[in-house]
């Protein structure tokens, strides 16, 4: 079940008209579908980041990948790697499921890769809105929700800094392994509060300096490539500014789970 009459136009936010392949705009944006996914990037992105994960689908989802990245991020302590990677990505789709209770719910995988939490939360949500910058991932992520049959998911393609939904969409937003990669993150989350329902619930996974992880060769090699390690106290005021309440968390290495609540306005 594709759900194609709810997007937005991702720059001055208008509804758009989808006839065919095409949505078109008022102000004069048009958009395609790429690969049968709707494409709503309005930058070219010429990050090293951002092209890194259309060479990763292939293995993106195996042991031995995560289990490199948990390593990486201090947050697989105990072998063998092939019990743990997938206790760890149970424990987040435990997380998720019991942060965002997607019974029945609107809910927006932002960053969603290959899908992995977008197939896990499509068991009990009413629709996922799966979106990533990245049309390898999105390709991939669309074979295996092909194979798993689940007609709840709607794949998208746009940048979190300019999401193609309309204000108030969600109730719930998940975002997994990707805050840290986002270039703006103040412009990222006033789009995420923008498209949630009053009170709904966000759930991140990302990574903080406080963790085990501390090397400090490990954090320039990445910050050179764009990636930002948060501080807690950075987070929660992060949050505080662009108006999500009732933070709480909890740290593995350097990995960290969190959850908040879009404020009223
Ligand atoms: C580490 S992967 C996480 C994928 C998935 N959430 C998971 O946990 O398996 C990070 C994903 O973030 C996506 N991404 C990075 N910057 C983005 C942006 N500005 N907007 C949308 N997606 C972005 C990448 O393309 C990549 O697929």
Not at 58 to 77: D, H, K, Q, W
Not at 121 to 148: P, R
Not at 188 to 211: D, F, H, N, P, Q
Request: include cysteine; hydrophobic fraction near 35%.
């Amino acid at each position: 079940m594709k759900n194609y009459n709810d997007f937005s136009c991702p720059t001055c936010k208008q509804r758009l008209e989808c006839s065919g392949e095409l949505f078109k705009c008022d102000c004069g944006n048009t958009f395609k579908l790429l690969d049968d996914i709707p494409d709503f990037l309005v930058d070219s992105h010429t990050r090293e980041m951002d092209s890194y994960f259309d060479n990763v689908p292939e293995y993106y989802e195996s042991v031995s990948y995560l289990s490199r990245i948990y390593n990486f991020f201090g947050c697989l302590p105990t072998q063998p790697e092939d019990l743990m990677v997938p206790i760890i990505i149970s424990s987040i789709q435990d997380g998720l499921n019991r942060i965002l209770n997607p019974n029945s719910k609107l809910i927006l995988d932002l960053a969603c890769g290959t899908g992995m939490y977008t197939r896990s939360l499509s068991k009990e949500a009413y629709h996922v809105w799966a979106v990533d910058l990245s049309i390898e991932m999105l390709k991939k992520a669309k074979l295996k929700i092909k194979e798993d049959n689940l007609e709840n998911i709607t794949l998208v393609r746009a940048d979190a800094e300019r999401l193609p939904f309309p204000d108030g969409q969600f109730h719930g937003v998940s975002c997994i392994g990707a805050m840290q990669l986002f270039r703006d993150i103040d412009a990222t989350l006033v789009e995420i509060k923008r498209v949630m329902k009053e009170r709904g619930t966000l759930a991140v996974m990302t990574y903080v300096k406080e963790g085990v992880w501390k090397e400090e060769e490990h954090q320039e090699y990445l910050e050179k490539l764009d990636i930002h390690f948060f501080e807690v106290k950075e987070i929660e005021k992060l949050l505080e500014q662009n108006g999500f309440g009732k933070f709480q968390y909890r740290i593995n290495g350097s990995m960290i789970m969190f959850s908040c609540t879009a404020n009223k306005e």
